[in-house]
């Protein structure tokens, strides 16, 4: 079964190859972008039941030995974030089929598609790096399509935008090379098995540097406050239904980064105060910057912002409860955040608007998107019986278990962030939703460049999402009993390294 | 293993700030060359973390000392290629820059300017603030 492992990343890569070839043909395009896109979903699926029936699956590619050659680890956090990122990928692909690629003022199917695969790519191969140079490749992989799409149809304000968010992240990736190199002057590998059994035998002031290190990098890339500048800024200037992915899923991966090296290369026997209050501060920081926000984007930004604070608090707990909590988290985030981002698409579609200013009376404009905006905000604030609720309730059980006075602490200030995104999400109803059309708001142009078909597409899409939301909080039974799994495989990583170290001999 | 020649260690320190340095720079074509040097700045750190230098990681080949590590020559290849490709990019986003905004300079946010002349006028419907109106219609862009 283990030639599955490498297919959710080589069967987008392969669709990339074939869509630079006929980049000309938007047709064809239209078929191959899904296409590929569920491949790699399909593969994904069929990776997430070989890890229920064999446990983790570990790859050598080329055939070199474990410490030496690119291993490709399949485990059970892996497969569940590579079946929903999958998925979204999938979902917002067919979004831009509806749409047409370069929204409605400019049409680069050619550069779309194969960038858009290419992404896919780079985040599949994030969630199956098996060493830390692979993962700096997957997340240069990821980000070089990002900056191209970032950049499409360029007006002048997004390739300001870009420029930042170009400039921000090659820092940390930089900064990643650098911490890299050190990691293999200190401890002889980059392994990230092997790195496992020889940091612990590092003397205990080089481990913490290189463990800031890391925090630092990811911090960068997945917008931890105090390194979260740049993303408010760049990320509501893109098209909307490529800001949609990159909400999802590019802090994301780096979050599931940072778990896997804490977990496995840094592991602790208490929770860490410093990523605890860095989570403080992202949840209070970015959860108060939505309510200050006019622009519907800006808004959804700060509170993905907001939100990466709760991931890093399930994280820095370091016990199987937290980083539990930390995983329904990260799946329940990924879906909410591309929903909230393609209702605002469909909002901006009908009604050519994003700022709350000029916006209203959208319920009597259309009730369709209004319960399509209604149930993931409700989500993203946590309301019960949502897939929100569930997740902070799995993060507050164990800010609660774990009875240090700064963890107790901690979960008041996301008890109190969750009030605050209630309230951003109340403003964004009140303005946007139920207030009749402010005076001399001109009337929403009808947008001819939709085709029809295109705007079902796109509703059934977002409805396709929005379902998928509730369908998370149905089934929060098995996936929490998922997540348990997964979160004491990474408490001991004992399963980890044995599929990596001794599985490879054989 | 001998430790690296302290030369090399001096060249990393003088890459890296003045990388950084660059970095924060307005003008994109700094940036840029700061990026570059960022990137020999780490790539450096990559080889030295293989160890001092010694006779060539090939199967018969004689020389003074032991065989080097090539394992981090390989991923400084890779590093190179990656941060090659990412400079190109970087030059092609800034010459975009200057075709479409006339300047190599970086801007200022202008949401953020907004936001911040708003609550000095509270009560007020937000307006136009000076940049706004000297670059017309970059909100459009949303």
Known sequence: ?506 | MTGPGLVLVVVVAVLFAAGFDLLMQRSLIRIVIGFSLLGHGANLVLLLAGGAAGTPPLLGAKGPGAAVDPFPQAMVLTAIVITFGVTAFLLALAYRSRRLRGGDEVRDDVEDRRICAERHRPGETPRATPLEQENPGPEDGA
Do not use: C
Not at chain 1, 64 to 85: E, H, K, M, Q
Not at chain 1, 338 to 354: C, K, N, R
């Open chain 1, 1 to 506: 079964m283990n030639v599955l492992v490498p297919l959710p990343f080589v069967l987008p890569l392969l669709g990339a190859a074939l869509a630079m070839i006929a980049r000309r043909r938007g047709a064809w395009l239209r078929v191959l972008g899904p296409l590929a896109a569920a491949g790699g979903v399909a593969a994904s699926a069929a990776l997430l039941a070989a890890v229920a029936r064999d446990g983790v699956l570990a790859v050598q590619l080329g055939g070199w030995a474990a410490p030496l050659g690119i291993t490709l680890v399949a485990d059970r956090l892996s497969v569940l974030l590579l079946v929903v990122s999958g998925t979204v990928l999938l979902a917002v692909m067919l979004h831009a089929v509806g749409e047409g690629a370069g929204g409605t003022d400019g049409h680069e199917p050619g550069v779309f598609y194969p960038a858009y695969l290419t992404l896919t790519a780079g985040v599949s191969l994030v969630f199956l790096a098996g060493d830390l140079f692979n993962l700096f490749v997957a997340f240069e992989v990821m980000l070089a399509s990002s900056y191209v799409l970032m950049t499409l149809t360029p007006t002048g304000e997004r390739v300001r935008a870009g420029m930042t968010y170009t400039v921000v992240s090659l820092t940390s990736s930089i900064l990643f090379l650098t911490s890299l190199g050190l990691t293999y002057a200190a401890a002889g590998t980059v392994n990230l098995a092997d790195l496992s059994t020889r940091v612990p035998e590092l003397p205990g002031a080089t481990r913490t540097a290189l463990g800031l290190l890391f925090l630092v990098v990811f911090g960068i890339k997945g917008a931890i406050v105090p390194m979260h500048m740049w993303l408010p800024d760049s990320y509501p200037v893109a098209l909307t239904k490529i800001t949609a992915v990159f909400a999802a899923l590019l802090t994301k991966a780096a979050v599931y980064s940072l778990i896997r090296v804490e977990t496995l290369v840094f592991p602790r026997e208490h929770g860490s105060w410093v990523m605890l209050v860095l989570a403080a501060a992202t949840i209070v920081i970015g959860t108060l910057g939505a309510l200050t926000h006019d622009d519907i984007h800006r808004v959804f930004s700060f509170i993905l912002v907001g939100h990466i604070g709760y991931m890093l608090f399930g994280l820095a707990l370091f016990d199987v409860a937290g980083l539990t909590g930390a995983i329904l988290y990260l799946v329940h985030h990924i879906v909410v955040q591309a929903t909230l981002f393609l209702v605002s698409d469909l909002i901006q579609g009908h009604t050519g608007e994003t700022s709350l200013h000029r916006l209203g009376g959208l319920v009597s404009l259309s009730a369709f998107i209004s319960v399509l905006f209604f149930i993931p905000a409700m989500s993203v604030s946590g309301v019960p019986p949502t897939s929100g609720f569930v997740a902070k309730l799995a993060l507050f059980q164990a800010g609660v278990a774990s009875g240090s006075v700064l963890a107790y602490a901690v979960t008041g200030v996301a008890v109190v962030g969750s009030v605050l995104t209630l309230m951003a999400m109340s403003r964004i109803w009140t303005l946007g939703f139920w207030r009749t059309r402010p005076e001399g708001a001109q009337e929403p142009p009808k947008s001819e460049s939709y085709t029809r078909g295109g705007v079902r597409l796109m509703q059934s899409v977002t409805t396709v999402l929005v379902v998928a939301g509730l369908l998370i909080a149905a089934l929060a039974g098995p996936l929490a009993s998922w997540s348990r799994h997964a979160a004491s495989d990474l408490v001991s990583g004992d399963a980890y390294r044995h599929a990596v170290l001794d599985g490879g001999k054989r």
